[in-house]
Structures are given as structure tokens and as C-alpha cells.
């Protein structure tokens, strides 16, 4: 099996958590029931002291490093699902990611996703943990993904991540109209009840999104935004949060509300929309092994086309309608 050493340093945010805890936060690639079994394995040093210890506080600014064996993806079936690749290289791919389909295998979704296509489409990826996922996009969320076909690689872009060193920005269409843009600067958290939501909460995960207005349209706003985290769900609870759910996001409150007097057409095209207008339209980042600066575009999806130029036909049909 491949080993691996991963290196981070304790957050000054992070004093008084968990051992087990931080470890979640600072390597996401790993579930923290993993990390709880390498610490238990005395395979986890804490300012080159060796931890068996999950409940063990840090203070914040110790250096951590982990060298373990990690198991391949084999046992994941690869499958010959067609990927849309924007690039690929000896280390990364990028991939455009279509609406229904899943990411990586999971309750509901055992197969037929990204994770068995890439099994597929370049087998030693097998042994990459997580078959380098390395971030992910909900299932209705389209666009771009970078994946690392080496360990290497994974690492480097893993921490990268972390410290906030790549950019990725998406498209969207929020309901309600907004003026200008801002920033929504909110923790984030398991939801209390429905532990599949995430939701604002205090004792959370720092979380930050900025949005800039692009166009206005009746009841609805085009959006431009930029992810500083990568909580899961962000953008959409966010957006919810400040009470601009995204359009067609059921899950956080973005049920299609049709302005007065929309046309059966229009009306039509909003029914049939039937995810969240979310669309990771730009990605730039260092190459992890390289570290040459390269930026991919995704165009947006047929859909999203087809619905913004039915928000754009009704808003041009009720213009002088309009009181604001």
C-alpha cells in the first residue's frame, strides 16, 4: 500500500478543540473516524511528540504530522461513465461536471459516479485516496473540479485548499432582487435535526462567500461569486441565510416564486428547472507540482442558458410594469 506523510499546523482558531477534531478540519480528505484510528495507531505527532490520545486539547500553533499506509479505491467498481475533461496532465484533472450525478460513492449512491469514472478513465487513481477528490460539488451543482492522480499531488492541493490559495467562482440565480453585492462572512454547522443539511450556526466552521450582482430580472437576481471556504452546502445556505435562496434549491427555500403575470412559457421553463441554478463556472490555482498559475472556464450548462433566457424574456415582456 502507498504511505503517505501529511504536515499542517494548528490553527490559532482551533485552541481548546479536540485532537480528533482539528485533525477533521485540517485534513477533510479523511474521515475523522480514520484519523481517530491513526491516532489510537500512535501513528500521529504533535510537535514531534507521538499522541495516542483523540480527546487531547491543542493550543494552537503546534506543527502535526501523520506518516501512515493508506488503502486503494478497489474497492469501488470503475465504470466507463463518460467524463467532460477540460484538462489533464500527469498530476491533476478538470473536469466539467454534469447536473445528476453524484461525486463520490455514498449512502443512496453506491455506484455511477465521478469517483467510479475516474477508476475507469485512469486506473492507478485507485491508489490515490478517495480517488484524489479532493473537493466536491453537489450532486445538481454543475462545473468545474480539479482531481489529483498522485499523492503527491493530492497533498499539495489539499493544503492549498486549506489555506484559502485556490479560487473558485460560480454562477447562480438567487430569488428575490438584490442591489449590490457584499459578502456573507457566517459559520457553518451540521443542521441540529436534519444531519444531511448544514446550517448557520455560531460554534461552527468559519465560512465566507462573496457575490456581486450581475443582472437583475424580476423576482430574481443573477449572481457572481467567489468562495473563500469550501463548507459543505455553502453557497446555497448562505444565500438562504440572507433570505436570497437560490432558485431551484428546495432543500434551503429556493422554491420558484413567478413574478405577477408571467406568461405560461415562462412559468413552464421554471417548473421544469429542477435543481439549484449553480454552476462553478472558473478555476485557478498554482499546479501542485509545477506551481505554474493556470485558470479553467466552464461555459454554462444548456439548462442554465435556457433559463436565464427566460428570466431576461419576461423581465424585457413586464419592463415598463417595473416600480423600482
Do not use: C
Not at 480514520?34 to 495516542?52: G, P
Not at 499531488?153 to 492549498?160: C, E, H, I, S, Y
Not at 440565480?173 to 459578502?183: F, H, Q
Not at 466552521?205 to 443582472?215: D, F, G, L, S
Amino acid at each position: 500500500m502507498p504511505q503517505i506523510t501529511l504536515s499542517a499546523e494548528v490553527q490559532s482558531e482551533q485552541m481548546g478543540q479536540r485532537l480528533d477534531q482539528t485533525l477533521a478540519e485540517l485534513f477533510p480528505e479523511y474521515s475523522r473516524s480514520r484519523l481517530k484510528t491513526w491516532i489510537e495507531a500512535d501513528l500521529v505527532k504533535l510537535n514531534d511528540r507521538i499522541t495516542n490520545i483523540p480527546r487531547e486539547k491543542v493550543l494552537g500553533g503546534e506543527k502535526i504530522e501523520i506518516t501512515v499506509e493508506v488503502e486503494d479505491e478497489t474497492r469501488f467498481e470503475p465504470e466507463n461513465i463518460p467524463l467532460n475533461i477540460v484538462y489533464e496532465d500527469d498530476d491533476i484533472i478538470v473536469i466539467n461536471k454534469p447536473k445528476d450525478l453524484v461525486v463520490h460513492p455514498g449512502a443512496g449512491n453506491p455506484n455511477g459516479t465521478v469517483l467510479n469514472a475516474l477508476l475507469y478513465h485512469y486506473p492507478p487513481i485507485a491508489e490515490v485516496p478517495r480517488a484524489g477528490i479532493v473537493h466536491r460539488l453537489d450532486k445538481n451543482t454543475t462545473g468545474l473540479m480539479i482531481v489529483a492522480k498522485t499523492i503527491p499531488a493530492q497533498t499539495k492541493l489539499v493544503r492549498n485548499l486549506q489555506k484559502r490559495k485556490i479560487t473558485r467562482e460560480y454562477e447562480a440565480v438567487a430569488s428575490g432582487i438584490m442591489t449590490k453585492g457584499g459578502t456573507v462572512d457566517q459559520p457553518m454547522a451540521r443542521h441540529a435535526t436534519k444531519r444531511t443539511l448544514m446550517a448557520v450556526h455560531p460554534m461552527g466552521k468559519p465560512a465566507v462567500t462573496h457575490y456581486r450582482i450581475m443582472e437583475n430580472y424580476r423576482n430574481y437576481t443573477r449572481l457572481r461569486l467567489r468562495l473563500e471556504t469550501g463548507r459543505t452546502h455553502q453557497i446555497r445556505v448562505h444565500m438562504a441565510h440572507i433570505a436570497h435562496p437560490l432558485l431551484g434549491d428546495q432543500t434551503y427555500g429556493g422554491r420558484p416564486r413567478p413574478p405577477k403575470n408571467a406568461s405560461e412559457d415562462f412559468m413552464e421553463v421554471l417548473r421544469n428547472f429542477k435543481r439549484q441554478a449553480l454552476h462553478a463556472v472558473m478555476l485557478r490555482l498554482a499546479h501542485p507540482i509545477t506551481g505554474e498559475m493556470m485558470e479553467w472556464y466552464a461555459p454554462l450548462p444548456d439548462d442554465f442558458v435556457e433559463l436565464l433566457n427566460a428570466l431576461k424574456a419576461d423581465y424585457l415582456e413586464h419592463q415598463d410594469e417595473l416600480d423600482y
